[in-house]
């Protein structure tokens, strides 16, 4: 393994072990997990910051590419079902991964490109809904899925805020499902 992978997969085990304290990271302990001199973070990456971000954006798109995946395991389930489940594992995995997520969904919102992860997702996402409305046309299938993206990104980014307005606790996972749930019938029943 070269030096910038060593730091890269020093730096995603920190990230895991730290979860919501990542201002815990610090260069020095990245470098001494490495075994690597303290200059080729700055070196490799410019910053820690940026160090970070590069290991975050792949830590989630290995979640990403699991979707792929998923749809194989729910191959016999209803198009809706499959939405369903999808959308439950996708914000388990925010809400369980909350400091990585955030980043990661802040970070797109910030800087998209043209393949982060808030564009994978909806990829993933796309067809599911084509399923689920065979009757609509494209443009409206792809409105709708990037409505859902778009929640589900609120849901996890706000849900202190729907607590005190709806009085839904999303932290709760069978309060996530049932919300989750409804917006499915929102987007895709209107």
């Given amino acids: 393994m070269d030096n910038k992978e060593a730091i890269i997969q020093a730096t995603m085990k920190l990230i895991e072990e730290k979860g919501e304290h990542l201002e815990e990271v ?21 910053n820690k910051d940026k160090l970070i971000e590069q290991c975050i954006e792949r830590m989630i798109n290995g979640t990403v590419e699991h979707f792929q995946d998923i749809r194989e395991k729910t191959k016999g389930f209803p198009p809706f079902e499959k939405l369903e489940h999808l959308g439950n594992m996708t914000l388990d995995f925010l809400f369980e991964h909350y400091a990585v ?14 393949n982060d992860n808030t564009y994978r997702t909806y990829a993933a996402y796309l067809p599911l809904v084509a399923a689920c409305r065979p009757d609509l046309d494209e443009a409206t299938i792809k409105r709708k899925t990037m409505y859902l993206i778009t929640i589900m990104q609120q849901m996890f ?6 607590s005190q307005t709806l009085g839904i606790d999303l932290r709760q996972k069978e309060n996530r499902r049932k919300f989750h749930m409804q917006v499915l019938h929102d987007i895709l029943e209107g």
């Fill in 26 to 46: 610090t260069v020095r302990e990245i470098c001494k997990r490495a075994d690597v001199g303290l200059g080729l973070v700055n070196y490799h990456f410019g």
């Fill in 101 to 114: 997520s955030r980043i990661s969904v802040l970070n797109d919102m910030r800087l998209p490109k043209e």
């Fill in 157 to 162: 980014l706000r849900y202190e805020v729907i």
